[in-house]
């Protein structure tokens, strides 16, 4: 369970108090106050119920007058079945390739129904893991339509969408349909370094750290709520390919951790901010 309210004394009580009325054991809790006095309260509450799966629609109906007493925002999320996570890709193969890896190994705890992407060359990576791979090229002029072929695919299919280095700015429109549900990863620890070449505008100015930043994708490019970020050391002798692999390196492990702290519902989005219970 989700829960976000005005803070002030006795949430926890009651939250706790219903849980245990139901006759659910709470196994995980987490919990964090933007001000005690006034400001906002967040907490994640994970809890084992037997017949649960039966019980669910009737448990939201009791508690929505907790949910009112709090003037709570809250949300009751399912554990099972797994979340459904589409890939989108361009010609770059290390996000992709990591996560498959990791998805196939029972890391993620993600289903991946669908790789997407505006070029043809990753097919034969993704073959091997059984998992179907569309490529919609983006033509002249074409970039809202081939958009529109890829909601086709998407809707009822999957419930966020990763962008795997996929290097295209994705229109409005496409966001609107998936509001902090498109993870991004951005080349460096944002804000820094924009544009392109972002490896050689690193070497040139003879960074000591780089990075990478997983954020949800929204309209303002790279300015989305951050999820995750990481940096590693470099020094003088890293020249501009060290860096880039290094880079690569840190991407793809800031992007797997984004991905599961959201398949696991451990981020809460609060403005431009994320709350992360990991």
């Not at 998992?131 to 695919?153: C, D, S, T």
């Not at 790279?222 to 970020?229: F, K, L």
């Not at 020249?239 to 599961?260: C, F, Q």
């Amino acid at each position: 369970m989700i829960v976000s309210c005005p803070d002030r004394p006795g949430i926890v009580a009651a939250l706790s108090r219903f849980l245990f009325t139901a006759g659910a054991n709470i196994v995980q809790s987490d919990q964090y106050s933007t001000d005690p006095w006034g400001g906002r309260f967040f907490m994640r509450v994970e809890f084992e119920l037997p017949g649960l799966a039966d019980r669910y629609e009737q448990l939201r109906r009791d508690f929505a007058p907790v949910a009112q007493e709090f003037q709570m925002e809250w949300e009751l999320k399912r554990v099972w079945p797994p979340k459904r996570m589409a890939i989108l890709v361009s010609r770059e193969e290390h996000c992709l390739l990591d996560l498959l890896w990791r998805w196939q190994a029972g890391e993620l705890g993600v289903e991946i129904p669908l790789v997407i992407s505006n070029h043809p060359h990753l097919a034969h990576r993704v073959e091997p893991f059984g998992i179907p791979f569309y490529h919609l090229p983006i033509e002249p002029g074409g970039k809202e339509r081939q958009e529109q072929q890829m909601l086709e695919l998407l809707r009822g299919r999957v419930d966020f969408v990763v962008l795997a280095r996929y290097m295209q700015i994705l229109t409005p429109a496409f966001l609107a349909e998936y509001p902090h549900r498109v993870i991004n990863i951005h080349h460096s620890f944002l804000p820094a370094f924009v544009g392109a070449r972002p490896y050689h505008q690193a070497y040139a100015r003879g960074v000591k750290l780089i990075g990478a930043t997983a954020h949800y994708a929204t309209e303002e490019l790279d300015q989305g709520p951050i999820i995750e970020q990481d940096v590693i050391r470099v020094d003088h002798r890293d020249d501009p390919e060290s860096l880039r692999r290094k880079g690569r390196d840190i991407e793809r492990l800031v992007l797997a951790r984004a991905v599961k702290l959201h398949a696991e519902d451990r981020v809460i989005v609060f403005g431009n901010k994320t709350i992360v219970f990991a």
